[in-house]
C-alpha cells in the first residue's frame, strides 16, 4: 500500500465514522421527541455525547485495522486513480444538454399533464 492511498483511506474511514457519529445522535434525538424510555436516557450526557462518539470511533477502529477492510479500500482508491476524468470542456456540454433535456422533458410532462387535467375535470362536469 502506498503511503498516499494509507492517508486517503485513514481519512475516509475517519470522515465515515465522523458521519456515522453525526446521524446516530440525531437518531438519539429523534427518538427522544418520540419515546419516553429514549427521551429520558437523552438526559444523560454519556447517551447524548457519549454513544454517537463511541458507535463513530468503533467504526472508525473497526474499519482502520482490519487487514481485509484496509486492503479492500487501497484497491478502491487503487482504481479511482485509474478513471480517466472528461474535461471541463466535455463537462461544460454535458451538463448544457442534460439541462436541455430535462427542460424539454419537463415540457412533455407537463403538457401531458395539463391536457389529462384538462379532460378528467371536462369528463367530472
Known sequence: MEKSNSKIITLSFAIG????GLVVSLLIKAF???FAVVARAYDMDLV???????????????C???PKV????DEVVA??????WPSRKDTTAM???VCIMVL????????????SGYIINTLVR
Do not use: C, Y
Open 17 to 20: 465514522g465522523f458521519l456515522v
Open 32 to 34: 427522544a421527541g418520540a
Open 48 to 62: 447524548r455525547h457519549g454513544v454517537p462518539l463511541i458507535v463513530g470511533f468503533g467504526l472508525f477502529a473497526a
Open 64 to 66: 482502520q485495522f482490519n
Open 70 to 73: 484496509v486492503a479492500w479500500a
Open 79 to 84: 482504481e479511482v486513480r485509474k478513471v480517466v
Open 95 to 97: 451538463t448544457i444538454v
Open 104 to 115: 424539454i422533458s419537463s415540457l412533455i410532462i407537463s403538457s401531458f399533464d395539463m391536457i
